[in-house]
């Protein structure tokens, strides 16, 4: 209960003087209590159609068709005549959530009421992607991120910037990967129905234009944020809780009974990591027993799921295993809560706090750095694995990312 103390003793990384240009991402430093993140609540969404068009409703909503426990849904069907791939070189930087704010200004309480001053009432809006990006920064190895920041009219926007390795990685993307990017995608049209009465329909095309965005409001430590995600599905029971709560994301992952997996696995239980607790589990459960596989195997991908989900509260996973054959032959349900809980008694593990711990110093970092409130001045905030976060300051640069028609709309 005491992150304020804490956060203000004069311990927060970026005030070291020794690192007085820089952040550092060392997960020791974030080993502190678990700061405020109060829980998301949905201020709106909207919907991106087959042609990426925006609307500010919720038609392109799915609804979760719970599936056999152990299908046989062949992920690669439809790859090559069925299929229909986003631009992804088409760089959309904040645009839609920026349409989205246009469009429901009077929804977001403003700070001042006069007329002459219109600002939004948070401190930073961005997308639901950027913030899980930082909530992994301390257990990221391989990927670098670059993020720009604009401060206009009190607000702090942060927009992603492609990395040079990112831009070479999606151009030289091998056939069989192109290919496995696809396969999430087909899962969730195995699973997901257009609408409350109607089934999955795996005949149909798979459109990765096609989105269903929530947009949440919430708090973390002293920092207010909207932001807005993609959404898969919802519970398609009507008496199922509010969004959020009812929201279901959906995750493929391959199978992890191989057998060259299933040593490994042995080789680790055989180590003090594997607690006791765990392994009278182990032995007396077939269910616990494939969730512990399951978390052992996976520890460092859900991490990722974890963060992705946990930001905009949807409170469940449900997780295809595929073979190596690209067929899904089993599916289970995580709930977020127990995932965070699975993972407190693993030894030498990720910890959520940590992961929230970073992300709030690396907020309070970029309100200390990025000072000018100005829509043409970018600060550019980027970190490698093993070194600290940096910046770099540029004017109207090709770092630039707010359009005008949006910044006249929030002056007028
Ligand atoms: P999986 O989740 O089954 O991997 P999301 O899970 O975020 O809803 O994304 C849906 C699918 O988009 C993913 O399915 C995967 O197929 C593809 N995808 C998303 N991000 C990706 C990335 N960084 N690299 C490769 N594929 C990605
Ligand atoms: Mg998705
Ligand atoms: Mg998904």
């Given at each position: 209960?005491?992150?304020?103390?804490?956060?203000?003793?004069?311990?927060?990384?970026?005030?070291?003087?020794?690192?007085?240009?820089?952040?550092?991402?060392?997960?020791?430093?974030?080993?502190?209590?678990?700061?405020?993140?109060?829980?998301?609540?949905?201020?709106?969404?909207?919907?991106?159609?087959?042609?990426?068009?925006?609307?500010?409703?919720?038609?392109?909503?799915?609804?979760?068709?719970?599936?056999?426990?152990?299908?046989?849904?062949?992920?690669?069907?439809?790859?090559?005549?069925?299929?229909?791939?986003?631009?992804?070189?088409?760089?959309?930087?904040?645009?839609?959530?920026?349409?989205?704010?246009?469009?429901?200004?009077?929804?977001?309480?403003?700070?001042?009421?006069?007329?002459?001053?219109?600002?939004?009432?948070?401190?930073?809006?961005?997308?639901?992607?950027?913030?899980?990006?930082?909530?992994?920064?301390?257990?990221?190895?391989?990927?670098?991120?670059?993020?720009?920041?604009?401060?206009?009219?009190?607000?702090?926007?942060?927009?992603?910037?492609?990395?040079?390795?990112?831009?070479?990685?999606r151009e030289n993307r091998t056939e069989r990967n192109a290919e496995m990017?696809?396969?999430?995608?087909?899962?969730?049209?195995?699973?997901?129905?257009?609408?409350?009465?109607?089934?999955?329909?795996?005949?149909?095309?798979?459109?990765?234009?096609?989105?269903?965005?929530?947009?949440?409001?919430?708090?973390?430590?002293?920092?207010?944020?909207?932001?807005?995600?993609?959404?898969?599905?919802?519970?398609?029971?009507?008496?199922?809780?509010?969004?959020?709560?009812?929201?279901?994301?959906?995750?493929?992952?391959?199978?992890?009974?191989?057998?060259?997996?299933?040593?490994?696995?042995?080789?680790?239980?055989?180590?003090?990591?594997?607690?006791?607790?765990?392994?009278?589990?182990?032995?007396?459960?077939?269910?616990?027993?494939?969730?512990?596989?399951?978390?052992?195997?996976?520890?460092?991908?859900?991490?990722?799921?974890?963060?992705?989900?946990?930001?905009?509260?949807?409170?469940?996973?449900?997780?295809?295993?595929?073979?190596?054959?690209?067929?899904?032959?089993?599916?289970?349900?995580?709930?977020?809560?127990?995932?965070?809980?699975?993972?407190?008694?693993?030894?030498?593990?990720?910890?959520?706090?940590?992961?929230m711990n970073f992300c709030s110093d690396f907020l309070s970092f970029v309100?200390?750095?990025?000072?000018?409130?100005?829509?043409?001045?970018?600060?550019?905030?980027?970190?490698?694995?093993?070194?600290?976060?940096?910046?770099?300051?540029?004017?109207?640069?090709?770092?630039?990312?707010?359009?005008?028609?949006?910044?006249?709309?929030?002056?007028?």
């Amino acid at each position: 209960p005491n992150y304020h103390h804490q956060h203000q003793s004069g311990s927060t990384p970026w005030r070291n003087p020794l690192r007085s240009q820089g952040l550092s991402t060392r997960r020791e430093l974030y080993e502190r209590d678990f700061p405020v993140y109060k829980q998301p609540v949905e201020v709106g969404c909207f919907s991106l159609d087959s042609e990426r068009r925006f609307f500010n409703d919720s038609r392109q909503m799915r609804y979760y068709v719970e599936p056999d426990r152990n299908p046989n849904f062949d992920l690669k069907d439809g790859y090559k005549d069925r299929f229909v791939k986003r631009d992804d070189g088409e760089k959309e930087k904040l645009d839609n959530i920026l349409r989205w704010i246009v469009a429901n200004r009077s929804k977001l309480d403003s700070r001042e009421t006069t007329a002459s001053s219109r600002a939004l009432d948070v401190d930073f809006v961005t997308w639901r992607g950027h913030l899980t990006k930082l909530l992994t920064t301390p257990y990221e190895t391989r990927d670098s991120w670059l993020l720009a920041v604009t401060r206009f009219r009190g607000t702090l926007y942060i927009s992603e910037v492609e990395t040079e390795a990112a831009r070479r990685d999606r151009e030289n993307r091998t056939e069989r990967n192109a290919e496995m990017m696809y396969w999430g995608y087909k899962f969730e049209q195995y699973t997901c129905a257009d609408d409350i009465h109607s089934l999955p329909d795996p005949s149909g095309v798979v459109n990765t234009n096609e989105a269903f965005c929530t947009v949440v409001q919430t708090r973390l430590a002293d920092h207010r944020l909207l932001f807005s995600g993609e959404v898969d599905c919802r519970d398609k029971d009507p008496a199922a809780p509010a969004p959020p709560a009812c929201y279901v994301e959906l995750k493929t992952s391959a199978e992890i009974c191989t057998p060259k997996q299933r040593s490994n696995l042995h080789r680790w239980m055989m180590t003090p990591g594997m607690l006791f607790v765990e392994y009278l589990m182990y032995l007396h459960s077939d269910v616990l027993k494939l969730i512990f596989l399951i978390v052992l195997v996976l520890r460092f991908k859900l991490l990722k799921w974890w963060a992705q989900s946990f930001l905009p509260g949807v409170p469940r996973i449900v997780a295809g295993f595929r073979d190596h054959e690209g067929v899904v032959v089993s599916v289970e349900t995580f709930h977020i809560s127990k995932i965070s809980h699975l993972i407190k008694n693993e030894y030498n593990c990720w910890k959520p706090t940590v992961c929230m711990n970073f992300c709030s110093d690396f907020l309070s970092f970029v309100k200390h750095v990025a000072t000018e409130d100005n829509p043409s001045v970018v600060y550019l905030f980027s970190w490698e694995p093993h070194r600290d976060v940096t910046f770099s300051i540029h004017r109207d640069s090709q770092y630039s990312f707010l359009p005008h028609w949006f910044i006249q709309e929030m002056t007028s």
